[in-house]
């Protein structure tokens, strides 16, 4: 997991024109909440969080104006075409602390000989690990699975410290036949005239 320092400024302006002034200075505004404390509104060097975000569930350490604060990800939003920062929301953790993630699933291996489709159920799983210790992702082997074949939550193995935030029965993974296209009326008849 990645440990990334991030200098923040406080925020004294805020609405639509405040935060396009910010982003035209490559700033991006922010909010950091949790712990039952108020909300902190914060600018963003845009560049060095983008970097961040690259990472998934990545650990932020804030300095806001001298005071640090151990963040993660909660919430990010994107332009829809350029897909530049518009806004983040950071959620304030401590050491030792459980929280509840999404960590991405990846698969190893090849599936059984013939013509079967994987189909993702999920491509995150919700787990529950140490803030400190997040896992950047989770690996499914699906070597020799055939239709009809599933993978489950509870069959995934989990790095140490982590556990299922979801039901264990979850479909996760599963193996489909792949199926031919029916031929339309007009070949049907091509084929029967030949």
Known sequence: MADVKISAEIRKEFGKGASRRLRREDKVPAVVYGHGGDPVHVALPGYDLMMALKNSNVLITLDIEGRQELVIPKAVQREAIRGFLIHVDLLVVKRGEQVTVEIPVHTEGELAPGQFLLEHVLNTLS??????????SVTVSIDGLAAGDSVLAKDIPLPKGSSLAIDEDTVVLNVLAAQAAEPTAGEEGESAGE
């Open 127 to 136: 787990v529950e690990a140490e803030a400190t210790h997040i896992p950047e």
